[in-house]
C-alpha cells in the first residue's frame, strides 16, 4: 500500500471532520501509516514532526511503550463492561487520583470533549433544579470560547463558521467578553485586561445571575480562539463573581489540562477550585477517546436521593470504558516517572531558543508561550492573505512538519517527548514554512 492508494480508498468512503471535502481535490489527506514518538509516517516512508500533538491530544509521544504495556495488560483482563450497575479497576483508580489531582472528588465519564461539555452543562441545570432553582437554566461563555461542536456544546461555543449553519439548531448562551491579554488598551497590563474582562462579567451578572447555571471558561488560553492567552486574575475574579452570584463555574480544561499550559491544569494557576472540570485530549495521553467532567461533594450531594428522577441519567455506551481509563491511569504514571512539568520548565527554554529566529521574524506580533504551547500572530502588512492558515499548514508538510494555524495565528503545542534534534526541525520547518506563504502571491494559490 503506497500514499496514492490509500488517498483514493479513503476519498471513496471517508467524510473528513472540519473539511470541506472538495478542497481534497488539489490537497489530499495525507496517509499516516504509523507513529512512534515524536514522528509521524506515511506510506511512502516520508516522516513529519508532529508539531500540534495530533490535535493538542498526545503528551508524550506516539506508540509509547508504558502506555502500550498497560493497554496490552488490559485487553488480556477486561475489554469493556459497561458502567450502569457495574464497576472496574481502572475507572475506580482512575477518579481516585483525578481526584486527588484536583480536589473534586467525582467523576462522571463521556467519550470526548464535546460530551464532557455536555455533561457539565446539563449537571449544572439539573442541579439548580434539584436545589428548587430550575430557573437557573441559562449559561454564559466567553467571546471566541470553543466548547465542542455537538448541538448542545455549540450553545456556549462562540465561533461563527462552526454554528452559523446550525443557528436554528442551537439555544445559544449569553457571551461575554473574552480577557484576551492582546486585547490590552494601550499601557494596561495583562492583568489589567483581565480585570476589565471581570468588570464586564460582574455588570452582566449583576442582571442574569437568577437564570444563570454557569459560567464556562478555557483558563489560561482559549486555544480555537487562536490560542488566546489571558491573566489568571481573570480566573481569581470569575471564582469571587460566580461565589457571590450563585452560578456554577465550569473549567473547560479538554485543551490546557494535563500539563499543557506548565501546571497540571491551568485553572490551578489561579489558584481557585471550579465547580466542575472537564477533561479529555491529553487524558489517555493521546491513545484513546475519553472524557471526565469533575465535580465536588456539594454538586454530587443535590442529585443523591430515593427519587431516581434526581439522579443524573445521561449516559454513554462507552461510558468508563477499562481500556481508555488504562490508557489514562498509564498517563498518570508517566507524569510521576518522567517528573515531567519539571522536564518540560528546560524542555520549553530549548524550544524558546529553537523558536528565535521564528519569534524575530519581521510579520510576527504578539509573540507569547505559556508552558508547552507557542504561539504567534501573523501581520500580512496589508497584503490579503486569503487561506493563509491552509497554505501555511501545506507549506509546513512540504517541509516534515506537521502545523495547523488558526486564522493567521501559528502555534506549536508539541509532545513532551521532544529533544534538541526534534526541537531544531520543528522551529526550522516552522520558519521556513512562513517565509513561503509569505513570499507566495495569497489569492492565485488559495
Ligand atoms: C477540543 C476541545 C473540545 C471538544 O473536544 P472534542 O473531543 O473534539 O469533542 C472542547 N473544549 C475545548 C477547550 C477543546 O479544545
Not at 173 to 184: E, L, N
Not at 376 to 393: K, L, M, N, S
Request: aromatic share 8%; glycine share 8%.
Amino acid at each position: 500500500m503506497n500514499n496514492q492508494a490509500m488517498i483514493q480508498r479513503s476519498l471513496r468512503h471517508v467524510w473528513h471532520p472540519c473539511t470541506q471535502m472538495k478542497l481534497h481535490e488539489t490537497q489530499p489527506p495525507v496517509p499516516i501509516a504509523r507513529a512512534e514518538g515524536v514522528w509521524l509516517y506515511d506510506f511512502d516512508g516520508k516522516r513529519y514532526l508532529d508539531g500540534i500533538s495530533s490535535w493538542w491530544v498526545n503528551l508524550f509521544g506516539h506508540s509509547h511503550p508504558h502506555i502500550k504495556a498497560a493497554l496490552c495488560d488490559q485487553l488480556e483482563r477486561l475489554d469493556h463492561i459497561m458502567l450502569a450497575g457495574f464497576t472496574h479497576q481502572p475507572v475506580v483508580e482512575l477518579s481516585e487520583r483525578l481526584g486527588a489531582l484536583t480536589g473534586l472528588d467525582h467523576a462522571f465519564y463521556g467519550s470526548d470533549g464535546a460530551s464532557a461539555t455536555e455533561i457539565a452543562l446539563k449537571m449544572s441545570a439539573h442541579y439548580w433544579r434539584n436545589t428548587g432553582r430550575p430557573e437557573k437554566c441559562c449559561f454564559a461563555g466567553l467571546a471566541g470560547g470553543y466548547h465542542g461542536e455537538t448541538v448542545g456544546a455549540l450553545a456556549v461555543t462562540d465561533i461563527a463558521i462552526f454554528r452559523e449553519a446550525y443557528a436554528p439548531l442551537v439555544r445559544l448562551a449569553a457571551t461575554v467578553p473574552s480577557p484576551d491579554a492582546r486585547g490590552a488598551w494601550p499601557g494596561e497590563s495583562a492583568a489589567g485586561t483581565a480585570r476589565r474582562a471581570a468588570v464586564a462579567l460582574q455588570s452582566w451578572l449583576e442582571q442574569h445571575h437568577a437564570q444563570t447555571a454557569a459560567l464556562i471558561v478555557e483558563p489560561m488560553v482559549q486555544c480555537a480562539a487562536g490560542m488566546a492567552m489571558h491573566d489568571a486574575a481573570y480566573l481569581h475574579e470569575a471564582r469571587a463573581l460566580c461565589d457571590r452570584y450563585e452560578v456554577h463555574l465550569i473549567a473547560d480544561e479538554i485543551a490546557t489540562g494535563f500539563g499543557r499550559t506548565g501546571t497540571m491544569f491551568a485553572h490551578q494557576q489561579a489558584g481557585v477550585r471550579p465547580d466542575f472540570i472537564c477533561l479529555s485530549k491529553g487524558l489517555t495521553g493521546g491513545t484513546l477517546p475519553l472524557s471526565a467532567v469533575l465535580t465536588t461533594e456539594k454538586v454530587y450531594g443535590a442529585f443523591y436521593d430515593d427519587e431516581v428522577a434526581r439522579g443524573f441519567l445521561h449516559s454513554h455506551s462507552y461510558t468508563g470504558n477499562p481500556l481508555a481509563c488504562r490508557a489514562a491511569l498509564a498517563t498518570l504514571e508517566l507524569f510521576d516517572q518522567t517528573d515531567a512539568l519539571v522536564r518540560n520548565v528546560e524542555l520549553a527554554k530549548t524550544l524558546d531558543l529553537a523558536f528565535a529566529p521564528l519569534t524575530q521574524h519581521p510579520a510576527i506580533r504578539h509573540a507569547r508561550r505559556l508552558g508547552m504551547i507557542w504561539t504567534w500572530d501573523v501581520a500580512t502588512g496589508g497584503r490579503p492573505q486569503p487561506h493563509f492558515a491552509r497554505r501555511y499548514a501545506r507549506h509546513a508538510m512540504a517541509h516534515g512538519v506537521l502545523l495547523r494555524p488558526i486564522g493567521n495565528t501559528i502555534y506549536a503545542m508539541p509532545p513532551y517527548a521532544m529533544d534538541a534534534e526534534s526541537a531544531d526541525h520543528l522551529a526550522r520547518g516552522a520558519l521556513a514554512a512562513l517565509q513561503a506563504t509569505l513570499s507566495e502571491e495569497g489569492p492565485a494559490h488559495g
